[in-house]
Every structure is written in C-alpha cells, then in structure tokens.
C-alpha cells in the first residue's frame, strides 16, 4: 500500500511500503551530492538514476555519467542499467544497450552515451534523471553440450522470421 508524500518540485513523491517479497539493497554515497536511487511512481520496475558529474570525449563522441554511488548487490541478483524513456528527446543511445551490475562489483556506477549525430549533441546535464537501474533475480545455470535440441515451432528461423 502506497501514500501520497508532499510534492517536491514538479513530480510528486510516494512512501511505498515494501512488498513481502522485498530484499534490501545496500548502497553507498561515494560524493556527498549523490541522489539515493527513486522510483518515480510505486508501479515502477526501475530505479531513476541521477548524475552527479558528466564528461565528454571528443574523439569518441561519447558522454560519460556518474552517479556517484556504489551497491551491493546480493547474490542471485543484477542490477541492470537501462536508458529512460526520455532518451528519444536526446541525441544520445546507452553504448552497451544494458549495463550489467554484477553482484560482486562494488565500484560506481556510471552509463556512457554515444551521439548520434556529428554535431555536439543534446544531452543530459547533472543534476538529470539519466538512466534506471532494475535489480532481477537470476538462476543457476548449468550448461549441458548434447548433439540434438529438442524441437520448437520456430525451429532455428532468426531475424525477421516471425514478419512484421
């Protein structure tokens, strides 16, 4: 069960009483400007991520966010970085498409943006909602080689094979 807390600035904030499946992350403010992960509203999967500092490489047209936080991820889980939604207003796409957070990574975490044009791009700025962080389970996999797979409607049909 969710409530309605006061509105700070433009976007409401909400105290969400944490579901019983619920685990807790622990994190750490590496800079004293560091914004402790959010979500925008109690439905959400993702964790807005704010930047605390950005730059620029020239050479390889590419913006780096920090966050200015560190996790501790538990084991079984990942935290992983998507863009937000607002990334369509940018001229900007997340150079590995998702960022993985492994469980025994304890350093910042930070999204590096690449332009997609030629000219010095829009951009996020610090103090902006850049990226979202989801923290999934995982299971156990144990590969098995075999010399046959079991049949499927797909069969091995790839790219584009379902149509449009």
Known sequence: MSEKAPNYGSEPTYIVEPP???IKIRFRKLRD????????????AGFDLTAVWSGWNNH???FEYGFGLAFEIPEGYVGLIFPRSSIYRKDLFLTNAVGVIDSGYRGEVTAKFKSTTDRLP??????DRVAQMIIIPYPEVEFEQTGTLSPSDRGNSGYGSTGR
């Open 20 to 22: 019983k499946n619920s």
């Open 33 to 44: 400007d560091a914004v402790t992960p959010v979500k925008a509203h109690p439905t959400d």
């Open 60 to 62: 390889e047209k590419v």
């Open 122 to 127: 829009d951009s996020y700025n610090v103090g």
